[in-house]
DNA sequence: CTGGGGAGGGGGCCC
DNA sequence: TGGGCCCCCTCCCCA
């Protein structure tokens, strides 16, 4: 960036996020910067009550984490939170996902971290449980509540909406209503913490009932798999993407088990093309959405046991190894040049052939490499000038094109053009040719300087007056775009009649 | 500005 | 369906 441009800059992070959860749990785990206690008919947990806020809707509106909500446990007092309502391995379990990110529960405790995770509203959780236990856990809900037996649809669907999901205005009735209201009461939050009201335990601050529940957010970098609302999924899809997200570093313990979940009855349909729900991009190939999604998450699982570099995919990091291993499986049969890539091979190779296939439609400046072109058109480097072929009306001084027909490149270098119809892609350069190419093959400059009749220098900067030779060289547009090599193409491919024409 | 090497990412094919 | 392998495209960096 040039210094006198301002312009935002964003420097990504992609490990920070997990990082931050990682230290964020070390601190818990030594007690250190800890501002809330938890108890649970007897057992006490230390942790933060920022990170409680941020996965727990009951701890948010608790705490006053909400926009617009006063709270009544302030910044900076220490509290502590009787969770007696909660079994203690299920809040321990909760803790562990808050601070990890991955949920690690035995099957038969599912069900009570299904409560706990409702109770305390950490929607992701509860819905990744439901979707574990199946319709039992809510048919057992709806039983228990036969009011909402009628909505039994409608909470489908909000178990299968992703998590990620932007959070319903009001919270879902997933969970049976607790007793308290949805907002902490207000007389209760007169309570401080400290205060001891409440409780057998001094100086704790009670919380005998739960908040109401709601949507939240992964608290951790998943929250890069957030789709966008209004998607337009079907439901089924929904279910994928939370699939997917199951799939994910929340949820893959879940994962695991879930394959001999019973009554789920849930199929997953060809995920090919898949849809990235961050980028939208469409992934084409069986199983290539994990790949891609690591270039939104930035993990790297795979470590070079050489030097440490992390890769996203190990055909990379096999790649990579061959730095260290000296291996070079590409050898040039021309030279004794070896290469890392085949396609470095390739390039290579066009260099003993001469090949320049990518030429400039503009300046007619010839390159061996397609990369090399767009950026000789993208620097401006080229004549900007719409210009027609010199061909036409070739001024006596038109040459040949110092280009061997011999060493035309094999028909892969032409491989990466667009597709050019019926004429191939050498037809575009032979057309400079005399039929006969008696002139000797010279690999540089392979840009017949004569080609032009007006060289691109000449060209930049100036306009030509009108009525001069650039009229045989078709109206100069001098602000005209750079155009579609295929539409350059079709100039050729009419250029090329016109000539037959005469 | 250009040539060349390296790397990241997507797609195809196969298992 | 996921992973391995390969090819291709594109971009970046350096000389």
């Known amino acids: 960036m040039s210094p006198g441009e301002d312009g935002l800059i964003g420097i990504p992070f992609p490990e920070h996020s997990s990082e931050l959860l990682s230290c964020l749990n070390a601190q818990r785990r030594a007690g250190l910067l800890c501002d809330l206690t938890l108890t649970s008919r007897g057992s006490c947990y230390?942790?933060?009550?920022?990170?409680?806020?941020?996965?727990?809707?009951?701890?948010?509106?608790?705490?006053?984490?909400?926009?617009?909500?006063?709270?009544?446990?302030?910044?900076?007092?220490?509290?502590?939170?009787?969770?007696?309502?909660?079994?203690?391995?299920?809040?321990?379990?909760?803790?562990?996902?808050?601070?990890?990110?991955?949920?690690?529960?035995?099957?038969?405790?599912?069900?009570?971290?299904?409560?706990?995770?409702?109770?305390?509203?950490?929607?992701?959780?509860?819905?990744?449980?439901?979707?574990?236990?199946?319709?039992?856990?809510?048919?057992?809900?709806?039983?228990?509540?036969?009011?909402?037996?009628?909505?039994?649809?409608?909470?489908?669907?909000?178990?299968?909406?992703?998590?990620?999901?932007?959070?319903?205005?009001?919270?879902?009735?997933?969970?049976?209503?607790?007793?308290?209201?949805?907002?902490?009461?207000?007389?209760?939050?007169?309570?401080?913490?400290?205060?001891?009201?409440?409780?057998?335990?001094?100086?704790?601050?009670?919380?005998?009932?739960?908040?109401?529940?709601?949507?939240?957010?992964?608290?951790?970098?998943?929250?890069?798999?957030?789709?966008?609302?209004?998607?337009?999924?079907?439901?089924?899809?929904?279910?994928?993407?939370?699939?997917?997200r199951a799939g994910g570093a929340a949820a893959a313990p879940l994962a695991a088990e879930r394959g001999g979940a019973p009554g789920t009855g849930r199929k997953r349909k060809s995920q090919t093309p898949q849809q990235c729900p961050v980028c939208q991009k469409i992934i084409h190939g069986a199983g290539k959405l994990p790949r891609h999604m690591r270039t939104h998450t930035g993990e790297k699982p795979f470590q070079c046991t050489a030097c440490g570099v992390r890769f996203t995919r190990n055909d990379k990091l096999k790649i990579h190894m061959r730095k260290h291993t000296g291996e070079r499986p590409y050898p040039c049969p021309d030279c004794p040049a070896r290469f890392l890539h085949s396609y470095d091979l390739k390039n290579h190779r066009s260099l003993h052939s001469g090949a320049r296939p990518f030429e400039c439609p503009l300046c007619h400046k010839a390159f061996a490499r397609e990369d090399h072109l767009q950026r000789h058109r993208k620097g401006h480097s080229c004549l900007e000038l719409r210009t027609r072929r010199p061909r036409r009306g070739p001024g006596p001084g038109e040459g040949p094109l110092l280009l061997d027909p011999a060493s035309l490149p094999h028909s892969s270098s032409f491989s990466r053009s667009p597709p050019q119809g019926n004429s191939s892609g050498p037809a575009l350069l032979y057309s400079h040719l005399p039929e006969s190419p008696s002139v000797p093959f010279h690999p540089v400059p392979l840009l017949a300087p004569n080609r032009l009749a007006y060289p691109p220098h000449l060209w930049r900067g100036m306009t030509l007056p009108a009525g001069t030779t650039g009229e045989a060289m078709g109206p100069p547009s001098p602000v005209a775009p750079p155009r579609a090599r295929w539409e350059e193409e079709e100039d050729d491919e009419e250029d090329e009649e016109e000539e037959e024409e005469e």
């Open 46 to 244: 230390l942790t933060h009550r920022s990170v409680m806020a941020a996965v727990s809707v009951y701890f948010r509106k608790l705490f006053g984490g909400e926009e617009g909500e006063a709270g009544s446990y302030g910044a900076g007092r220490r509290c502590s939170v009787q969770l007696d309502f909660v079994a203690p391995d299920a809040l321990d379990a909760l803790l562990d996902f808050a601070y990890t990110a991955t949920l690690t529960i035995r099957s038969s405790g599912m069900r009570e971290v299904l409560r706990a995770a409702q109770l305390l509203g950490i929607q992701c959780v509860a819905d990744a449980c439901r979707d574990i236990l199946g319709e039992r856990a809510e048919d057992e809900d709806c039983a228990q509540e036969p009011h909402r037996v009628s909505r039994r649809k409608k909470d489908r669907r909000h178990v299968s909406r992703s998590p990620l999901s932007p959070p319903p205005s009001s919270p879902p009735p997933d969970c049976p209503q607790p007793v308290a209201p949805a907002a902490p009461d207000p007389d209760y939050q007169e309570h401080s913490p400290l205060a001891g009201e409440n409780g057998d335990q001094p100086g704790d601050s009670r919380v005998a009932a739960p908040a109401a529940n709601g949507g939240m957010r992964w608290a951790s970098g998943e929250s890069l798999l957030a789709p966008p609302p209004e998607d337009g999924m079907s439901e089924e899809e929904e279910e994928e993407r939370g699939e997917y």
